[in-house]
């Protein structure tokens, strides 16, 4: 199993689509959009690495668009592609059914429902990483550690608050005895994990995430479980988008037995006002040339017929569901309206 997960990361670099070896079904039109802008995440992660293999497909799909890739991360690629600043984007469906409800990144007097789901593309999950060998061995074990879960405002810092909170805890009982909850970004809360600075980091995150894996070049890692009764005490207080998921042995190298967290599914995106060609073009194209995309990164292997068109919580585009209908795969249904 172990093995299995580190050949399909070995995978996961960027990788060039090869034009001449792309199948694509459907011809160029001269309605085809003028700019087609993608919006993924930051460099080096995992959105961006996804966005850029996306945008040299779609520069195949759609030759007479001028197609680019913008950095972004779940909530900024909502606020753009709402507001028309971008054609498509990645997200998460807990980041997805916050701003349909007017909260992070949107606000009361201005919630985004104008998004369409086009394709899912892999799993994340709440992780709280350790060194395996650490005495660190549930949430209430923080206390008086060193921890990072982002920063203020961002999914994941708001993800371990909520955490916190059904554990009847705060960032204050955290920092007691000597403890810090320190704002760091990605990489910094990976550099201090990596050289033994922090105890414990916490983020949402995919998994098994590639530069996790590098961290463990140092140190083998294990994830923290969360409590079955905590699990749904999240999920029933804070679930919009999460569902309860299993972590497997072998995820990481200290991981020697499967845990209980929450997670949420990561899709591609467009406005309503994307035209239903336009949409089923993109969701074709992929569809149509999903070995190649997939060598785009190992965490894309996740698509198929039972999960492209699933775990979305927003409407799907009638462009691409247009597509579904014509191959035969099952959609769920919009749990936003």
């Given amino acids: 199993m172990t093995h299995t997960l580190r050949h399909r990361i070995a995978m996961a670099a ?11 079904a459907t011809a160029s039109y001269a309605d085809d959009p003028d700019f087609l802008n993608i919006g993924g995440g930051p460099s080096g992660g995992t959105f961006n690495v996804v966005a850029t293999g996306l945008g040299d497909l779609m520069r195949q799909t759609f030759p007479d668009s001028i197609i680019g890739v913008q950095p972004g991360g779940s909530g900024p690629n909502l606020l753009r592609v ?26 009361p007097d201005n919630p985004i429902q104008n998004v369409r789901g086009l394709m899912t593309f892999f799993p994340s999950a709440i992780q709280i990483w350790v060194d395996a060998k650490s005495d660190i061995q549930s949430i209430e074990d923080l206390v008086g550690k060193q921890i990072s879960a982002g920063q203020p405002g961002q999914t994941s810092w708001n993800a371990f608050n909520n955490l916190l909170t059904v554990h009847g805890m705060t960032i204050d009982d955290l920092e007691a005895d000597g403890g810090k909850v320190h704002h760091l970004s990605w990489k910094e809360s990976q550099n201090g994990l990596r050289n033994g600075q922090l105890d414990a980091v916490m983020w949402v995150a995919l998994y098994p995430h590639s530069t996790v894996l590098a961290t463990e070049a140092a140190r083998e890692l294990r994830v923290l479980e969360i409590a079955d009764d905590k699990a749904d005490a999240y999920l029933a207080e804070y679930g919009g988008g999460f569902e309860k998921v299993t972590l497997p042995v072998g995820l990481y190298k200290g991981q020697s037995k499967p845990v209980t967290s929450v997670g949420t599914k990561t899709f591609l995106f467009a406005s309503d006002a994307m035209s239903d060609d336009t949409a089923y073009k993109v969701t074709s194209s992929i569809w149509n040339n999903l070995d190649k995309f997939q060598k785009t990164h190992a965490l894309l292997q996740y698509i198929d017929a039972d999960t492209a068109g699933r775990g979305m919580l927003v409407p799907i585009h009638p462009g691409a569901a247009r597509f579904y209908e014509e191959q035969g795969i099952e959609m769920d249904s919009a749990a936003l309206k």
């Fill in 14 to 24: 960027t990788g060039i689509l090869a034009a001449a070896s792309i199948t694509f």
């Fill in 82 to 107: 709402s507001a028309g600043d971008a054609d498509l984007g990645i997200t998460s469906a807990s980041n997805a059914a916050d701003a349909w409800a007017g909260l992070d990144p949107a606000t």
